[in-house]
């Protein structure tokens, strides 16, 4: 019995290394040397076999033991160097920051303000893209300009300085994922008792959350300052409507020394038209996104006319400079911004810019003497008139659009559909005796480039028109067709007050030549005193207008 339990113990019997994963007998052979496999005696005794197995394993589990800890060694190297490393580069933040601090007076002697570029281009990765092209394409151009100005290094332009305005912490916040409400269930329902008990909002006021949702802006905005040679300086600020993914600008002029704005330049320099029709036909009071009219039509807004003195001024350049183009054809919700597109407007349009203010302040300081009843005429331009004008200027005031188009002497221009309502209307009245002559003026926001438009109604000895008298539409020929030859020097800035001079003279050519009546006794009311060729020609008895320099004398054309 006993040896029966010593046998069953000696069959059951199992050792540890049955418990050890060997290596195959293939890669056993393969890779143990010849020293520890023993191919010639361990081939045919497995048990030979096995032990040299296991000491091929012994061998490989103290090369790794040894490996493991060299790593072990060089993980601690390491670990020392990353914390040098660590230790220095949190001490390297603090002294960059007083070298930055101690480089500012550095900085604004040389007008190269590294440390508030930083800070603009750290806001700037929160703008949206169409926001964001612009103030890179502007930022870009400006160095571009300082850098052709100046031998140094590229620098802002000192003509155009580009900034950020509004709240980053709001501008972060939308893109925020929303917080999970599953924790508020338990309020929302106790509340719920309550809002129903609350009067619920109408239609109107519903429409009208909606509506403001809609037109929302973006929390940040680009200013861009321009400024021009005299000193004035034209304030952009651009904005993004996140909804209708459109850009709007407001502008704002301001002068070196304050101006006296004279009653008819009310409108010269007002946010709502300084910049209308920069370029032809962009008069900035409707969405260039085709895709908002079906966004407008579930809100209720019929047009962004009733907003746009609110949002800004949707103009397609300013979307340009925002790389963002419009298909008209297929409409698009979503359009993404441009650089290249930005990139290729950008000189053109500030230069269209600065000509704009430039000649809204010529025009400004020139409507000061008109409305005193002085035309004033540069040196350059003396030329171009007698040395004697009798006629003056007695009257210039703005007129209402609707009041131009009701005139019964514009009715050549209405119909020709010249008399849009983004141009803006004036009357002039030039006197001389018993003459007055009314000339409405029609003047394009394009002026100096599109020049402006004389309408004439003569009243002396009867009303007289183009419609009835060939002289008066002779007249209105030398201002409105033969404009180059009042141009002036460029940029042609004189071109209306250089007009307005030569209807003075017009009209003194008109009453000197004009026949004597001699059944009338006593002199002539207007004795001739400009030297003329010819006092008519052919059948309709046409006056010489043209003034001859420096002859002095007037002919026919």
Same mark, same amino acid.
Request: net charge negative; with cysteine; aromatic share 8%.
């Given at each position: 019995?006993? +040896? ?5 113990? %000696? &069959?059951?019997? =199992?050792? #540890? ?5 060997? /290596?195959?007998? $293939? ?36 090369? +790794? ?5 060299? %790593? &072990?060694?060089? =993980?601690? #190297? ?5 914390? /040098?490393?660590? $230790? ?93 409400s599953q924790d508020d269930e338990s309020d929302s329902d106790a509340e719920e008792e309550q ?31 321009l400024k021009c040679k005299d000193d004035s300086v034209l304030h952009l600020t651009f904005y993004y409507l996140m ?315």
């Amino acid at each position: 019995m006993h +040896l029966q339990k010593e046998i069953t113990k %000696c &069959l059951e019997f =199992k050792s #540890k290394h049955e418990e050890i994963d060997l /290596v195959s007998l $293939e890669e056993f052979y393969k890779e143990a040397p010849p020293d520890i496999s023993k191919a010639e005696v361990t081939m045919g005794d497995p048990h030979q076999q096995t032990l040299a197995r296991l000491d091929w394993e012994l061998e490989q589990r103290k090369r +790794l033991a040894e490996k493991y800890r060299e %790593c &072990l060694s060089n =993980k601690e #190297k390491i670990l020392k160097e990353i914390e /040098v490393k660590k $230790e220095y580069l949190s001490s390297l933040q603090p002294r960059l920051n007083s070298i930055m601090q101690a480089s500012l007076p550095v900085q604004e002697y040389l007008f190269m303000p590294f440390d508030q570029a930083h800070k603009q281009y750290e806001t700037a990765r929160h703008l949206p893209p169409p926001l964001y092209v612009l103030f890179v394409q502007a930022t870009a151009y400006g160095q571009a300009c300082a850098h052709m100005k100046s031998s140094q290094p590229p620098r802002q332009d000192k003509t155009l300085s580009v900034a950020i305005e509004g709240s980053v912490d709001e501008a972060k916040a939308l893109f925020k994922p929303p917080e999970d409400s599953q924790d508020d269930e338990s309020d929302s329902d106790a509340e719920e008792e309550q809002t129903t008990k609350r009067r619920r909002p109408t239609l109107g006021v519903q429409l009208d959350d909606k509506r403001k949702e809609m037109l929302k802006r973006h929390p940040l905005s680009v200013m861009l300052d321009l400024k021009c040679k005299d000193d004035s300086v034209l304030h952009l600020t651009f904005y993004y409507l996140m909804n209708l993914n459109i850009m709007t600008v407001k502008a704002k002029v301001t002068t070196a020394t304050e101006l006296i704005t004279p009653i008819s330049a009310g409108d010269l320099l007002s946010p709502d038209s300084v910049l209308s029709c920069l370029y032809p036909g962009d008069h900035g009071k409707k969405t260039p996104n085709p895709a908002n009219q079906y966004q407008f039509d579930k809100v209720g807004i019929l047009t962004l006319r009733d907003y746009v003195l609110d949002l800004g001024h949707p103009y397609l350049w300013v979307q340009k400079l925002g790389g963002l183009h419009f298909p008209k054809e297929q409409p698009q919700h979503t359009v993404i911004a441009d650089h290249s597109l930005s990139a290729s407007h950008m000189e053109t349009t500030m230069k269209l810019l600065k000509t704009r203010v430039q000649s809204r302040l010529a025009l400004h300081k020139q409507f000061a003497s008109l409305e005193h009843g002085i035309v004033p005429v540069t040196s350059d331009c003396q030329y171009l008139f007698p040395a004697k004008v009798v006629s003056r200027l007695v009257k210039w005031v703005t007129i209402a659009h609707e009041d131009y188009m009701e005139l019964h002497f514009t009715k050549d221009i209405v119909e020709a559909g010249l008399a849009e309502d983004t141009n803006l209307y004036y009357m002039a009245l030039v006197e001389r005796g018993t003459a007055k002559l009314q000339a409405a003026v029609v003047l394009n926001p394009g002026y100096s480039s599109i020049p402006p438009v004389f309408q004439l109604c003569l009243n002396w000895k009867g009303e007289k028109t183009n419609s009835n008298d060939d002289n008066i539409r002779a007249m209105e020929s030398e201002v409105n067709v033969c404009y180059k030859e009042l141009c002036g020097p460029r940029p042609s800035h004189q071109l209306l007050t250089n007009q307005l001079q030569r209807l003075c003279v017009l009209l003194d050519v008109y009453l000197e030549t004009d026949s004597h009546d001699d059944s009338v006794e006593g002199p002539k009311e207007f004795p001739q005193e400009k030297m003329c060729l010819r006092l008519f020609r052919g059948p309709s008895r046409m006056k010489p207008f043209k003034y001859n320099h420096p002859q002095g004398f007037f002919s026919h054309r």
